[in-house]
């Protein structure tokens, strides 16, 4: 009787804890999403793919670095405020957290002027789509950012 007794109250607790965790905000909601970090792609040579990202406030994004010299970091003035910059390393997998709603521009430091870039767009794009669209990119990244930049037109 006592050990029934203790198991029922064990499957109490673990039913509790589940039914916290599941209305504990976020957690059920947050998603994980990957881009590669390549040397080619479907979109050319030095690409991330995708290089168009929509996720929704509190998911994850996985840099996977599949070819190597490689990283993935924020571009200056095209996050909202608030939000954290981040510089992953060369050659290796970084995860963002992307809590803040807004537009975020993504570059490989080694090959940003051959236009390695992406754009990450969480929740309403226009908290900084305006400021973000102010940034001059060089090289061939100018090109590659204006064509994702536009997809929000």
């Known amino acids: 009787?006592?050990?029934?007794?203790?198991?029922?109250?064990?499957?109490g607790v673990a039913a509790m804890l589940t039914v916290v965790a599941?209305?504990?905000?976020?957690?059920?909601?947050?998603?994980?999403?990957?881009?590669?970090?390549?040397?080619?792609?479907?979109?050319?040579i030095m690409v991330f793919e995708p290089a168009w990202l929509e996720v929704?406030?509190?998911?994850?994004?996985?840099?996977r670095a599949v070819d190597k010299g490689h990283n993935a970091?924020?571009?200056?003035?095209?996050?909202?405020?608030?939000?954290?910059?981040?510089?992953?390393?060369?050659?290796?997998?970084v995860d963002v957290?992307?809590?803040?709603?807004g537009v975020y521009g993504?570059?490989?430091?080694?090959?940003?002027?051959?236009?390695m870039v992406a754009?990450?767009?969480v929740g309403d794009p226009s908290v900084n789509l305006e400021r973000a669209r102010e940034v001059k990119h060089r090289g061939r990244a100018k090109q590659r950012m204006a064509e994702l930049l536009d997809r929000l037109d």
Request: hydrophobic share 45%; proline share 6%.
């Open 106 to 115: 993504v570059r490989c430091v080694p090959h940003y002027a051959m236009g």
């Open 22 to 44: 599941w209305l504990a905000p976020g957690s059920a909601a947050a998603a994980e999403h990957e881009i590669k970090m390549l040397n080619k792609g479907d979109a050319g």
């Open 1 to 11: 009787m006592r050990q029934l007794n203790f198991l029922r109250a064990s499957l």
């Open 56 to 63: 929704a406030p509190g998911d994850t994004v996985h840099f």
């Open 73 to 93: 970091a924020s571009i200056d003035g095209m996050m909202p405020d608030g939000a954290a910059p981040w510089n992953g390393g060369l050659s290796k997998d």
């Open 97 to 101: 957290t992307f809590d803040v709603a």
């Open 119 to 121: 754009l990450i767009v």
